[in-house]
Nanobody, 123 residues
Framework: QVQLVESGGGLVQAGGSLRLSCAAS????????MDWYRQAPGNQRELVAR???????NYADSVKGRFTISRDNAKATVYLQMNSLKPEDTAVYYC?????????????????WGQGTQVTVSS
C-alpha cells in the first residue's frame, strides 16, 4: 500500500509560486498514475493535473501554462509546480495515487489519497 505525504502548501500573493510535493512509501510507485486534485469551499473536488505511469501529463484548462506536474520514480515523489498563482487557485490540494490500468493484472488495483494541503493565494 502506498502512503502519501504532502508538503509545500502555504500562503502566497497573486502572481507568486509554490511547489507541492507528495512523497509515497511502498514499492509500487512506478506502477501508479499520480494526480493532484483540489477542492475549494462549496465546490466539488476537481482534477488539476495528472502524470501517468508512462510520464504522460494532462492538465485542467484553468491551469494550463501555469502549473507543471512531474514525477521522480527514484524518489517516489510527485510534484506540482504552481506559477502565476491566482486567488481562484485557493483550495485544499490533494495528492492521489491510482494503479495504472496496464499494471492491475500484474500487481493488483490500488487507490489512495493524501491528507491534503492548504494553498491560499491572496489578492
Amino acid at each position: 500500500q502506498v502512503q502519501l505525504v504532502e508538503s509545500g502548501g502555504g500562503l502566497v500573493q497573486a502572481g507568486g509560486s509554490l511547489r507541492l510535493s507528495c512523497a509515497a512509501s511502498g514499492s509500487t510507485f512506478s506502477f501508479n498514475d499520480m494526480d493532484w486534485y483540489r477542492q475549494a469551499p462549496g465546490n466539488q473536488r476537481e482534477l488539476v493535473a495528472r502524470v501517468d505511469s508512462d510520464g504522460t501529463t494532462n492538465y485542467a484548462d484553468s491551469v494550463k501554462g501555469r502549473f507543471t506536474i512531474s514525477r521522480d520514480n527514484a524518489k517516489a515523489t510527485v510534484y506540482l509546480q504552481m506559477n502565476s498563482l491566482k486567488p481562484e487557485d485557493t483550495a485544499v490540494y490533494y495528492c492521489h495515487a491510482r494503479r495504472s490500468p496496464v499494471f492491475i493484472s500484474l500487481v493488483g488495483a490500488y487507490d489512495d489519497w493524501g491528507q491534503g494541503t492548504q494553498v491560499t493565494v491572496s489578492s
